[in-house]
Nanobody, 116 residues
Framework: QVQLVESGGGLAQPGGSLRLSCAAS????????MSWARQAPGKGLEWVSG????????DYADSLKGRFTISRDNTKNTLYLQMNSLKPEDTALYYC?????????RGQGTQVTVSS
C-alpha cells in the first residue's frame, strides 16, 4: 500500500525559506520518478517539480525555476523540496506523488502559507 507522508510546511514570510519532506513507503520508491504538486485555495492542481528515480535529472514549473530545488534520498525513501525566496502566491497545500500519477494526492499534504 502506497503511503506518502508530507511534512515541513508552515508559515513563512515573503522572501523566506522552507524545506518540505515526503516519507514514502509501501512501494519501490527508488524505482519511481517523483513529483511535488500543489493546490492553492480556489485553484486547480499545479505540478511543481519532478525528479528521476535515481535523482540524475530534475524539472520545474517555469514560474518556479531558480527558487525551488527538488532532491531525494533513496536510502531513506524520502523526497525533499527546498523552497527559497517564497512569495505569497506560493501559498498552497503541497503534496508528493509518483510522477506518473501526480494528480492523485495520497497523503494529507503539508500546508505552506506565505504571509507577512
Amino acid at each position: 500500500q502506497v503511503q506518502l507522508v508530507e511534512s515541513g510546511g508552515g508559515l513563512a514570510q515573503p522572501g523566506g525559506s522552507l524545506r518540505l519532506s515526503c516519507a514514502a513507503s509501501g512501494f519501490g520508491f527508488s524505482t519511481y520518478g517523483m513529483s511535488w504538486a500543489r493546490q492553492a485555495p480556489g485553484k486547480g492542481l499545479e505540478w511543481v517539480s519532478g525528479i528521476y528515480p535515481d535523482g540524475t535529472d530534475t524539472d520545474y514549473a517555469d514560474s518556479l525555476k531558480g527558487r525551488f530545488t527538488i532532491s531525494r534520498d533513496n536510502t531513506k525513501n524520502t523526497l525533499y523540496l527546498q523552497m527559497n525566496s517564497l512569495k505569497p502566491e506560493d501559498t498552497a497545500l503541497y503534496y508528493c506523488a509518483p510522477t506518473n500519477s501526480w494528480r492523485q494526492r495520497r497523503g494529507q499534504g503539508t500546508q505552506v502559507t506565505v504571509s507577512s
